[in-house]
């Protein structure tokens, strides 16, 4: 009896030691991966997992140093085998998850986020992971309702509320964006990428003094971005800080290579506005060159060679602004003003009745008035300086009263 009692707890003390052993091992790859020290961290926990297969904490463990190491392939298995042990491993959702999303597997990474979702759906971080995936993917949808679902949980996040505004920029939705960046910047002064975002809804919005504010703020905080100037161009542009707007359009011209036709025209009309009509004319051309249909650089080229005097290159870029586009009322107009001034009456009238069709003008009633009295028609005349009088040129309103008013 005493020899059985004795061999019984010999194997128990064996038990005992055995498991303290393990755990030995176990605690001591714990402390070696949390040092960095991977490769003693893996031994310790292969002994674990070798004389205690079932030993679920060990397999996430030692995929966690395998990661480190770049073993990919490795850490994937032991995490497939730490669930196949403990089902609602909730570490191991996550962790597998991470390693999905880093290797660009997202649909995988999005159901183990899901699956750690399931367990857990209080955890605010992991909502943001899966909607930056979602984002990632363009669903769009799904992904407004993580970020939407992580702001709840956690409201003090910015980068949550930038990449919503984000999305309600795509949506079109401005003024929603346009809150969430204020949110974002007023929990992070420093986020850059907030600032010349808030500057492009506050362009959408036409609130182009706060844009402005916003694209200097951006780049005095050293970032690089096409984009930026791209917007802070047109802002500068709407404007008419001509200046800076040629600035701007030089800057993607000349660093970023832009070199479309919309940023020469646009220079363009920013160094004809500027009074720089030879810098106008050089953009005009580079913008035709590669548009050879755009028809407000017919009409843009055509003005500036009025200013220069060169009126008949004028009129042939006017007439091929119109025959571009019949709606296009400033050649309209301005080819019927060039007329009017060298007396041809008739061709004036007639270009200023299709620049009215178009657009109603104070200025183009005035003119034709004026056409009309120097070819004698008196009651079409008076027609037109009523009309332009009605629609606001006080010039028209004296010259109605001391020419048609009968008393």
Known sequence: MNRIFSILLFSL????????TVNFYYDRGVKSLENNDYPNAIKDFDYVIENYPDYFEAYYKRAMANIALAKNEEALSDFSKALELKADYW???????????MSDNLDDAIKDYTSAIRLKDNVDSIFSKRAKLYYKQKAYEQALDDFSTAIRLKPDNSDNYFFR???????KKYSAALQDLNKCLKLNTDYIEAWYKRGIVEYYLKDYKASKLDFDKAVSLKIDVQELY??????????????????????LINKYKIIKAE???NRGIAYKQSKKYDLALRDFNKCIARDAENNKAFYERGETYMLLNKNSQAIRDFSKAI???????????????YYYKKEKFDLAIKDFGKAIKI?????????????YFELGKKKNACADLKKSSNLGNKEAKKDFMRLCYKP
């Open 165 to 171: 505004a984000d999305i309600f920029i795509k949506d």
């Open 263 to 265: 940023l020469f025209l």
């Open 323 to 337: 025959d571009l586009d019949p709606h296009c009322f400033e050649a309209f107009n301005n080819r019927a003003l």
């Open 359 to 371: 657009k109603e003008d104070a200025d183009s009633y005035f003119y034709r008035g004026a056409c």
């Open 13 to 20: 003390f064996v038990s005992i030691a055995s498991g303290q």
């Open 230 to 251: 791209t917007f802070r161009a047109q802002v500068n542009f709407e404007e008419k800080d001509w200046d800076a707007a040629i600035s701007d359009y030089s800057l």
């Open 91 to 101: 570490d191991v959702f996550i962790a597998r998850a991470n390693l999905y999303s």
